[in-house]
């Protein structure tokens, strides 16, 4: 049973930083691309990072390249996105994919807002 937990999320003021980690479980993680999406109140849920398998390439939305860092260690089952210089736009629940083919499993998200 394929399994992604999300954690890391937290109240932040701007300007600061996080990392979130997603855990996970139930597949072979090394043979699937992953990827960090987020969801703001009231907008359609959006793709911020991806990564190849094998770590070898990585992806950014506009919105947060320069600022956001994508990465894993396939040897923890863990993808991770560091977060810096977080802007109150950032705010979403942040959701980690795991992609292969045409099938995508989600985890359940975690919330990250960015408020003084």
């Known amino acids: 049973q394929v399994q992604l937990v999300e954690s890391g999320g937290g109240l932040v003021q701007p300007g600061g930083s996080l990392r979130l980690s997603c855990a996970a479980s139930?597949?072979?993680?090394?043979?699937?691309?992953m990827s960090w999406h987020r969801q703001a109140p009231g907008k359609e849920r959006e793709l911020v990072a991806t990564?190849?398998?094998?770590?070898?390439?990585?992806n950014y939305a506009d919105s947060v390249k320069g600022r956001f860092t994508i990465s894993r260690d396939n040897a923890k089952n863990m993808v991770y996105l560091q977060m810096n210089s977080l802007k109150p736009e950032d705010t979403a629940v942040y959701y980690c994919?795991?992609?292969?083919?045409?099938?995508?499993?989600w985890g359940q998200g975690t919330q990250v807002t960015v408020s003084s």
């Open positions: 139930g597949f072979t993680f090394s043979s699937y691309a």
């Open positions: 994919a795991a992609n292969r083919g045409w099938t995508r499993t």
């Open positions: 990564i190849t398998s094998g770590g070898g390439s990585t």
